[in-house]
């Protein structure tokens, strides 16, 4: 008899969105007189059409597939070479950061990355989160057997939380104890909090002096309006020498429905064998990709490749742009009913303190057995979201405008 991987069994419930979506579906078939009233505010799933230039990318793909001169098979694992160019030059080079084109590694998205690189790590490291945390980072890590027990409250044995709380803006500071991987997401998903430029710094100072791996999520950068705020690890002097850093063309590029990511890998990072020996990641990385990917399809490339062309760039701000003004609108909402919030400026999402006495799962039940609106509630981020709710801005401006009136049912 096959034997399964018993480290998923002590995942402690659900992936919590699904969750989310069955409540909402329940409520659905019970007043189905205000189903169609429904407003969903809730998993951060774009909205908006495709950029032009994207579209046309991917007619453009899809036709050369049906044609024999023009026809495209397997191409590289890693992504095409022209793709990878594109991205090293608009997204690092163009501002001043250096990453080279084949740092670049094509994916569907950071997501699957984020637990992919969980394959060319060793188990029995050290690993920290964020709290709140987006669930992948935790869930990936007790499936590949990182963690102990699920404990009470949610929390696993074996991972240090770094807690994230009003006093500290949501982003916590480097711990006093030494840790071999460090999960790191700015802006942040959930909270929309945003680390300046010195604050990261400090991290990478307290990374390269413990030897640590930080796992950099910077799938929200093009939300940064400020220029205090740093838009990649790698401007940072020395993130090179020890953070990966995830990125995803679904947020700023619309591609939730697409599927276009890419993870950056420097050259200079390494990891150890149990005797000490020091590793490339690099070439580990290459390694994974060359034995279990053919990389990103066709048309999918092309498209990536072309948002990264001027048009693609001036399509893509005004596409950030629009889900910004959307977040500005909920936050404004949020304030004027005098409750605690927090993103909404550089971040897609607006984290609510919900009022006093109300729990997270409360709050969403509240507004959407009373408003038809659909949040997060922070609890599922974990522990340190509980007593908050997010809302995101990925919605039509009619809907937000709506949404941000029905939040006066948080505190009716």
């Known amino acids: 008899m096959a034997r399964v991987n018993e480290h998923f069994l002590k995942l402690a419930a659900g992936y919590f969105f699904p969750e989310i979506g069955r409540r909402v579906n329940a409520f659905a078939a019970e007043r189905p007189d205000l189903a ?80 992919n690189l969980l394959e060319i790590l060793g188990q029995g490291n050290r690993i920290a989160v964020q709290d709140p945390v987006y669930p992948v980072c935790v869930d990936t890590n007790v499936m590949a057997g990182n963690t102990g027990a699920a404990m009470e409250g949610g929390r696993y044995e074996g991972i240090t939380y770094l807690e994230g709380t009003p ?23 959930p909270t929309g909090a945003t680390i300046t430029r010195e604050g990261l710094k400090r991290w990478i100072d307290w990374a390269r002096t413990n030897d640590t ?30 953070a990966i850093e995830f990125r995803s063309f679904s947020k700023n590029g619309g591609f939730t429905g697409v599927r276009c990511g890419y993870t950056v890998v420097p050259k200079e990072l390494t990891g150890s064998t149990r005797d000490g020996t020091r590793v490339p990641l690099h070439g580990l990385w290459m390694r994974r990709w060359s ?30 742009d629009f889900y910004l003004e959307n977040a500005r609108i909920l936050r404004g909402a949020v304030q004027a009913l005098g409750l605690r919030c927090w993103g909404g400026d550089n ?28 949040c997060t509630p922070g609890a599922g981020f974990g522990r340190c979201g509980e007593g908050f709710i997010r809302v995101s801005a990925f919605n039509s401006r009619a809907n937000v405008e709506e949404a941000g009136g029905r939040l006066a049912a948080l505190v009716s």
Not at 169 to 188: H, I, K, M, Q, S
């Open 213 to 242: 791996l930080v796992l950099f999520d910077a799938a929200y950068e093009a939300y940064v309006r400020d220029p205090a705020v740093p838009r990649s690890v790698y401007e940072v002097p020395g993130a090179r020498e020890c």
């Open 291 to 320: 034995t279990c990917s053919n990389s990103v399809s066709w048309p999918v490339q092309n498209a990536a490749a072309a948002l990264c062309t001027p048009e693609g760039q001036r399509q893509m701000r005004a596409l950030t």
């Open 36 to 115: 169609g009233r429904i407003i969903r505010c809730g998993v951060g799933d774009v909205t908006e059409p495709l950029p032009e230039v994207a579209v046309r990318a991917l007619h453009e793909g899809a036709d050369d597939l049906a044609t024999r001169e023009r026809f495209q098979g397997y191409g590289p694992a890693t992504g095409h070479e022209f793709v990878r160019k594109a991205i090293a030059q608009v997204d690092y080079r163009d501002r001043g950061v250096q990453v080279a084109d084949d740092e670049i590694f094509l994916s569907d998205g950071s997501k699957p990355d984020a637990s």
């Open 347 to 374: 971040a897609p999402y607006v984290w609510i303190k919900c009022p006093e006495g109300l729990h997270s799962w409360d709050a969403f039940d509240r507004l959407l057995r009373n408003a038809q609106l659909v």
């Open 167 to 189: 006093d500290n803006g949501f982003a916590p500071p480097p711990p006093a104890e030494r840790l071999d991987v460090v999960y790191l997401c700015f802006p942040n998903n």
